[in-house]
Nanobody, 125 residues
Framework: VQLQASGGGLVQAGGSLRLSCAAS????????MGWFRQAPGKQRDMVAT???????NYADSVKGRFSISRDNTKNTMYLRMNSLKPEDTAVYYC????????????????????WGQGTQVTVSS
């Protein structure tokens, strides 16, 4: 399936946003999906992942503030972001490539794979 992230924007520190990742087809059989982010001049890092059974995993930097979910009936994955900080500023991407997710789960990074345009999140201080 192809994925398209949306929902980014400009928000003040402490604010909230909800990102959406819409799939071109059914995600019922997609074992694992994830959100990633890349700030200017930095590597692309894993933010959160969710399995088909609802198990979640978060980067330490977002634990307690971000929440990942998926709605198989809408073929959409979400990322709820609360208590946003300026350091959360980045382009956010979603991905469901099992190879990308496997490596990212181990390393916290995603240095390869195919990526859509992403959605820009900017947090002002």
């Amino acid at each position: 399936v192809q994925l398209q992230a949306s929902g980014g924007g400009l928000v003040q520190a402490g604010g909230s946003l909800r990102l959406s990742c819409a799939a071109s087809g059914s995600i019922v059989s997609v074992n694992i999906m994830g959100w990633f982010r890349q700030a200017p001049g930095k590597q692309r890092d894993m933010v959160a992942t969710i399995t088909s059974s609802g198990d979640t995993n978060y980067a330490d930097s977002v634990k307690g503030r971000f929440s990942i979910s998926r709605d198989n009936t809408k073929n959409t994955m979400y990322l709820r972001m609360n208590s946003l900080k300026p350091e959360d500023t980045a382009v956010y991407y979603c991905n469901a490539d099992p190879r990308v997710l496997a490596i990212a789960t181990l390393t916290g990074r995603a240095d390869f794979g195919s990526w859509g345009q992403g959605t820009q999140v900017t947090v002002s201080s």
